[in-house]
């Protein structure tokens, strides 16, 4: 385990400033998530860190130790990427064993770190096969068993569920949670995906622009979001923001300087016309099982998605009133800045 503290971290590509200026630590053991949209430095900043990238100032840390002009061998950190990178004619303990033997590793160690990584990963009846025989979900498996085995004192993740499909990262984000659960070990993980961000971390990093949004639990970035950018980054589906002065709304207890309003989307229920706080018309119904969907068109123009009751007798065109609950409504000023209420 270690910390891993950044310090006013730059990263410039000649003229253009991708990463500003960033602050951070990440604590012994922790389980830290880099996420944002395409764009927002996520990537870079962790090749920063592992030492991919050379920062153009500030300094990086590893356990109080300065590494920032380090090389990635040196900085002992192990890199997991989108990429399985996998050599495809050596079997699975041979790609494991690979950067031991770089090492100059004991046969025999090398062989008891491999075997023991590999029960734990439940790669042992895979270890003869090539890369060409395994699924999309155990090659991840060895390309993370490969990261293991070198007993690094963090873990790197680069979006490594991206090349699977949506069954497989369901499975693959149990097994990194349960992995984590079992290692114990620090670990920062870059992701796109706001759901893989809420279900593997202790702490959420929201980037835009190569800035900082705001870190935290990602209980606390989906109820208190610092601006507008987290509130629609953070759930799915996303916040539903309104002007302030949208027609109907009772304003009375939102504080000066409010320039709009948002509402999560199972914080609303509908009713009937001249009931709710708004009325509108339903445009679309969607019914996923578990959740019914309604997306209601105000009189502005303005949309809302309502997370309904799965029995829900919603229907295309149906005029509807929707109802707030107030004390879920959030309020940011002109800038997007959240606002207390």
């Given at each position: ?113 491999v075997d023991k990584v590999a029960a734990l ?92 949004q705001q870190t935290g639990s990602p209980l ?81 123009g303005s949309l809302v998605t309502v997370r ?34």
């Amino acid at each position: 385990m270690a910390i891993i503290e950044l310090k006013s971290v730059r990263k410039s590509f000649g003229a253009v400033n991708i990463i500003p200026g960033v602050d951070l630590k990440v604590e012994h053991g922790e389980f830290v998530v880099f996420v944002g949209p395409s764009g927002s430095g996520k990537s870079t900043l962790l090749r920063l860190v592992a030492g991919l990238e050379e920062a153009t100032g500030g300094a990086i840390l590893i356990d109080g130790r300065e590494v920032t002009a380090l090389g990635p061998a040196e900085r002992e950190l192990a890199m997991v990427f989108q990429s399985y990178a996998l050599y495809p004619h050596k079997t699975v303990r041979a790609n494991m064993s690979f950067g031991l033997e770089v090492a100059k590793v004991p046969r025999e160690e090398i062989k008891e770190q491999v075997d023991k990584v590999a029960a734990l990963l439940q790669l042992t009846n895979l270890l003869e096969r090539k890369p060409r025989e395994l699924s999309g979900g155990q090659r991840q498996r060895v390309a993370i068993g490969r990261a293991i085995v070198r007993e690094p004192v963090a873990f790197m993740f680069d979006e490594p569920l991206s090349n699977l499909d949506a069954a497989l990262r369901i499975e693959m984000r149990l097994e990194i949670a349960k992995l984590h659960q079992r290692l114990g070990a620090t670990m920062i993980y870059v992701t796109h995906d706001q759901t893989e961000a809420m279900t593997l971390a202790d702490r959420i990093v929201v980037l835009d622009k190569g800035i900082i949004q705001q870190t935290g639990s990602p209980l606390e970035l989906y109820e208190r979001p610092a601006n507008l950018f987290v509130a629609q980054f953070i759930g799915s589906p996303k916040m539903n923001v309104l002007p302030a002065q949208v027609a109907g709304m009772s304003l009375a207890h939102m504080p000066a300087g409010a320039a709009h309003i948002g509402i999560r989307p199972e914080d609303i229920s509908l009713s009937a016309p001249g009931e709710g706080h708004l009325d509108g018309r339903i445009d679309v119904v969607e019914r996923l099982g578990s959740d019914t969907f309604a997306y209601v068109t105000l009189a502005d123009g303005s949309l809302v998605t309502v997370r309904a009751p799965r029995d829900s007798a919603a229907a295309m065109g149906d005029a509807v009133g929707i109802r707030f609950q107030p004390r879920r409504v959030h309020a940011f000023d002109q800038s997007g800045k959240s606002l207390t209420i």
